[in-house]
């Protein structure tokens, strides 16, 4: 587990976001402000941009230039979100061991930004609403005994599963909730995009 | 789709290039981190006005960039708030020694952007950074379970305002606190009688049948709270003001400077008919209008439909707004 690694991981979450983007705008269309999408590929592009003209020497550079170039390439509420997740996810991988264990410790941090920037909680119908089971999923595998990529899986899996009970929920946070009950019957657009880059990371890490 | 566009990754910086070619006397554009600059920032020992949100609100900001409004406005993506790097770069450029006010709408990206910038700034370049959010649409409930109300249509008087009290060289504190006051005087609420599109999108953001109007929406093409029968614009202005006058509340004898807003896609004859109700509903609750403001202001893109904001005002806020200004967007006494 290294740098390509972790560069291929990245890749093909670009690739994904890309072949999603109009479904993830869609999403976005019922209950926000139809940006998400295009927000998200246009962000991760710039990521492959960085990848293909950079040579990195460890996954924490690798991974906070990542999250610098999302916070300056995406705007809206998604870029400081999953820019702060990469930068603080790598800051947690810095002069480590990839491993199981490390790698769920760097996802806490990482979601840990992700609070400190959008003061969410579970059931306020955001990416919140996929992460928290997931990080709960992971540290469930590990302490089974799992390795890194049935850790990756479970926590997907977790993911997948809160992303579709943000469907009947009020939102609470962010565009989503100035329609007061006429937000439930949607899925977030942002539980979305988490559950694309857990299963990215499932398919490529590990 | 049907747009007068090249590519829609293009439309904000070709947009721009427009901006800086149309108004040479007013503004100058740094095209690589998208900031449309008053021609003469920094001024030497004014506070630095910047304000900023997503492209597709025109003229807001960009045409608000000028003598007695904004030092610099910094355009994001369509309806998406620009980046910390860019109101980082705009705060460093536009600070004479006096300090930046950041003018921020309520929405959860702006406010989020705009508060790395400002961490960033004082971090990097000591530079002294208050922060005014405007949040006065009354149809979104203002309470834990919210994000809180959205900043719409006093954004555009604020802006107006406190540039004319930064004009006359007021120190930061000061400018901020009117600003703060300012926001709190004023409310509004925004109806639409179509979608638009977004660009990247390329199709309408929401369906309203011929015979539907959405109340209570904002300026980004979400949907509202509210989806009614289509009826006449007397109904449409009780709709709209009856909110607006019991939120803070306005107060018989109360004197406000009234604005009818067009989102974009509405006609000014449209308009005017709204401002002829409007005004007849706010003659009859014993309010004065002391000045009035009519026209597309902060738009959503094609949308059609309009918003009233009401703002209380005292002496000095009504000599404010009438001082000089002279922008692409806003121009008079100058």
Same mark, same amino acid.
């Given at each position: 587990?290294?740098?390509?690694?972790?560069?291929?991981?990245?890749?093909?979450?670009?690739?994904?976001?890309?072949?999603?983007?109009?479904?993830?705008?869609?999403?976005? $269309?019922?209950?926000?402000?139809?940006?998400?999408?295009?927000?998200?590929?246009?962000?991760?592009?710039?990521?492959?941009?960085?990848?293909?003209?950079?040579?990195?020497? $460890?996954?924490?550079?690798?991974?906070?230039?990542?999250?610098?170039?999302?916070? $300056?390439?995406?705007?809206?509420? $998604?870029?400081?979100?999953?820019?702060?997740?990469?930068?603080?996810?790598?800051?947690?991988?810095?002069?480590?061991?990839?491993?199981?264990?490390?790698?769920?410790?760097?996802?806490?941090?990482?979601?840990?930004?992700?609070?400190?920037?959008?003061?969410?909680?579970?059931?306020?119908?955001?990416?919140?609403?996929?992460?928290?089971?997931?990080?709960?999923?992971?540290?469930?595998?590990?302490?089974?005994?799992?390795?890194?990529?049935?850790?990756?899986?479970?926590?997907?899996e977790a993911a997948a599963k809160g992303r579709d009970e943000t469907v009947p929920l009020i939102a609470?946070?962010?565009?989503?909730?100035?329609?007061?009950?006429?937000?439930?019957?949607?899925?977030?657009?942002?539980?979305?995009?988490?559950?694309?880059?857990?299963?990215?990371?499932?398919?490529?890490?590990? | 789709?049907?747009? =007068?566009?090249?590519?829609?990754?293009?439309?904000?910086?070709? *947009?721009?290039?427009?901006?800086?070619?149309?108004?040479?006397?007013?503004?100058?554009?740094?095209?690589?981190?998208?900031?449309?600059?008053?021609?003469?920032?920094?001024?030497?020992?004014?506070?630095?006005?910047?304000?900023? @949100?997503?492209?597709?609100?025109?003229?807001?900001h960009g045409g608000f960039v000028g003598p007695g409004m904004l030092d610099a406005a910094c355009a994001? &993506?369509?309806?998406?708030?620009?980046?910390?790097?860019?109101?980082?770069? *705009?705060?460093?450029?536009?600070?004479?020694?006096?300090? /930046?006010?950041?003018?921020?709408?309520?929405?959860?990206?702006?406010?989020?952007?705009?508060?790395?910038?400002?961490?960033?700034?004082?971090?990097?370049?000591?530079?002294?950074?208050?922060?005014?959010?405007?949040?006065?649409?009354?149809?979104?409930?203002?309470?834990?379970?919210?994000?809180?109300?959205?900043?719409?249509?006093?954004?555009?008087?604020?802006?107006?305002?406190?540039?004319? +009290?930064?004009?006359?060289?007021?120190?930061?504190? #000061?400018?901020?606190?009117? *600003?703060?006051?300012?926001?709190?005087?004023?409310?509004?609420?925004?109806?639409? =009688?179509?979608?638009?599109?977004?660009? +990247?999108?390329?199709?309408?953001?929401? #369906?309203?049948? #011929?015979?539907?109007?959405?109340?209570?929406?904002?300026?980004? !093409? &979400?949907? !509202?709270?509210?989806?009614?029968?289509? *009826?006449?614009?007397?109904?449409?202005? +009780?709709?709209?003001?009856?909110?607006?006058?019991?939120?803070?509340?306005?107060?018989?004898?109360?004197? /406000?400077?009234?604005?009818?807003? !067009?989102?974009?896609?509405?006609?000014?004859?449209?308009?005017?008919?709204?401002?002829?109700? /409007?005004?007849?509903?706010?003659?009859?609750? !014993?309010?004065?209008? +002391?000045?009035?403001?009519? @026209?597309?202001y902060i738009t959503s893109l094609e949308m059609a439909g309009c918003s009233v904001t009401l703002l209380?005002?005292?002496?000095?806020? /009504?000599?404010?707004?009438?001082?000089?200004?002279?922008?692409?967007?806003?121009?008079?006494?100058?």
């Amino acid at each position: 587990m290294g740098v390509d690694d972790f560069a291929n991981w990245l890749r093909d979450l670009a690739g994904t976001l890309h072949d999603n983007a109009a479904y993830l705008t869609e999403l976005d $269309s019922a209950i926000g402000d139809a940006d998400h999408g295009s927000n998200m590929d246009r962000g991760f592009q710039a990521v492959v941009a960085v990848l293909d003209e950079t040579t990195f020497e $460890s996954v924490d550079e690798l991974l906070k230039k990542a999250g610098m170039t999302l916070v $300056s390439k995406v705007g809206g509420a $998604s870029g400081p979100l999953y820019g702060t997740f990469f930068l603080r996810f790598g800051t947690a991988l810095a002069g480590v061991e990839v491993s199981a264990a490390t790698v769920g410790e760097a996802l806490r941090a990482g979601v840990g930004g992700i609070l400190a920037r959008g003061k969410a909680e579970v059931g306020d119908k955001t990416m919140y609403d996929a992460w928290a089971p997931a990080l709960s999923a992971y540290d469930e595998a590990v302490a089974g005994g799992s390795d890194l990529r049935g850790a990756l899986v479970a926590a997907a899996e977790a993911a997948a599963k809160g992303r579709d009970e943000t469907v009947p929920l009020i939102a609470r946070k962010g565009r989503a909730s100035y329609l007061g009950e006429r937000s439930s019957g949607h899925q977030d657009p942002g539980a979305t995009s988490t559950t694309l880059l857990l299963e990215s990371a499932a398919r490529t890490l590990g | 789709m049907k747009k =007068l566009i090249n590519d829609p990754a293009d439309v904000v910086s070709e *947009a721009l290039r427009g901006i800086a070619l149309a108004h040479p006397d007013h503004v100058r554009v740094d095209h690589e981190n998208r900031i449309v600059y008053r021609k003469d920032a920094p001024r030497s020992g004014k506070v630095g006005l910047i304000s900023g @949100g997503g492209s597709g609100h025109e003229p807001m900001h960009g045409g608000f960039v000028g003598p007695g409004m904004l030092d610099a406005a910094c355009a994001g &993506e369509v309806f998406t708030s620009p980046v910390p790097e860019q109101m980082m770069a *705009a705060t460093k450029e536009v600070d004479g020694g006096a300090g /930046v006010l950041h003018i921020v709408k309520n929405y959860t990206g702006d406010v989020m952007n705009f508060e790395m910038a400002a961490e960033l700034a004082a971090a990097e370049a000591g530079t002294e950074v208050l922060s005014v959010v405007t949040d006065d649409d009354v149809a979104v409930q203002d309470s834990l379970y919210t994000a809180g109300r959205r900043g719409v249509g006093v954004t555009v008087l604020l802006e107006k305002i406190v540039g004319a +009290a930064a004009e006359e060289g007021r120190p930061l504190r #000061e400018v901020a606190d009117l *600003a703060t006051k300012v926001n709190a005087q004023g409310r509004s609420m925004g109806m639409a =009688l179509t979608s638009c599109t977004v660009p +990247a999108a390329g199709k309408p953001t929401f #369906e309203l049948a #011929e015979n539907e109007m959405e109340v209570g929406i904002g300026i980004h !093409g &979400e949907p !509202g709270r509210q989806r009614l029968p289509l *009826a006449p614009a007397k109904d449409v202005a +009780a709709l709209l003001v009856d909110p607006v006058l019991q939120d803070l509340p306005y107060q018989q004898g109360d004197s /406000v400077i009234a604005f009818v807003n !067009g989102m974009g896609g509405t006609p000014l004859i449209e308009l005017y008919v709204m401002y002829n109700e /409007v005004r007849q509903l706010l003659d009859a609750a !014993g309010i004065t209008v +002391a000045r009035s403001l009519v @026209g597309n202001y902060i738009t959503s893109l094609e949308m059609a439909g309009c918003s009233v904001t009401l703002l209380k005002v005292d002496d000095e806020l /009504v000599r404010l707004w009438d001082a000089p200004v002279n922008t692409p967007g806003l121009r008079w006494g100058a």
